[in-house]
């Protein structure tokens, strides 16, 4: 009986002992609980992107300099189209032509009403491709003499609901993105969107429900332009 009792007492000894040294069943913290960062922050890319159009340097400088426009500013205005089917339809129709003089000028006066700005002008489609990028835009501008461009692109439409040519009700929306872009810098110190619903029906005055439509999406597009004239103006007061 002594002997079994010892050799119980020695195998469940062994047991515990393997037991306790196996690290993977331990209680003791584990390798990752001793890591401890690097006290020296990260302060800039440690990625290697080689498609990046703007240097690890320029970044640097651009992210820690201090930056304002000109007192006095020369405006260069240009649209990109952002409803190609769109255009496609009624780029040849007076309708669509008066409508987008009213946007172009609707922005000209908002700007003109600022202290700072000494002119503005629209930068002509010969000097600009359908879609161009942003260099082609600044060296347009350059060659305009302008102190800042301004890059517009307004889509409307109506909501789903209201398609039916049943509902006598037209519901439109619309959706403006501007930026101002700095000529000298290359730099955005200015941009917004802007959302905008119009409701109504069709007049006694409008021939079918398409003309009723495009005054509808044009109301919205009003209200846009002329809710991010009022961010602009406050912009410019700064």
């Known amino acids: 009986m002594t002997k079994q009792l010892i050799t119980v007492l020695g195998l469940g000894a062994l047991l515990a002992s393997c037991t306790t040294s196996n690290p993977r069943f331990s209680n003791s913290s584990s390798e990752t ?6 006290e020296e922050p990260i302060t800039q890319s440690l990625f290697n ?3 990046a159009s703007i240097s690890e340097e320029s970044i640097q400088k651009i992210l820690a300099g201090t930056y304002a426009l000109p ?4 405006v ?4 990109l189209d952002n409803q190609g089917r769109q255009r496609r339809y009624y780029w040849n129709e007076e309708p669509y032509l008066k409508a987008q003089q009213a946007y172009l000028d609707l922005f000209t006066s908002k700007f003109r009403q600022s202290g700072r700005v000494v002119s503005v002008a629209s ?3 010969l000097l600009v491709a359908p879609s161009p990028s942003f260099t082609a835009i600044r060296e347009a501008a350059v060659r305009m003499q302008a102190d800042v461009v301004v ?9 789903s609901r209201y398609r039916a040519f049943a509902s006598p009700t037209v519901k439109a929306f619309a959706t403006t993105q501007l930026l101002v872009l700095d000529v000298r810098t290359g730099l955005i110190p200015f941009s917004a969107i802007s959302t905008k619903d119009a409701i109504s029906q069709k007049s006694k005055e409008e021939v079918d429900r398409a003309e009723a439509t495009s005054r509808i999406k044009d109301e919205a597009v009003l209200m846009t332009i002329a809710d991010i004239g009022e961010r602009i103006s406050g912009f410019l007061a700064k």
């Not at 609980?33 to 690097?38: I, L, R």
């Not at 260069?76 to 649209?79: G, K, L, N, S």
């Not at 890059?151 to 909501?159: A, E, F, L, T």
């Open 33 to 38: 609980d001793d890591y401890s960062p690097s």
């Open 49 to 51: 992107d080689k498609g």
């Open 71 to 74: 007192p006095k500013l020369r």
């Open 76 to 79: 260069a205005i240009v649209q």
């Open 123 to 125: 930068i002509p489609s």
């Open 151 to 159: 890059v517009y692109s307004i889509s409307s439409d109506i909501y």
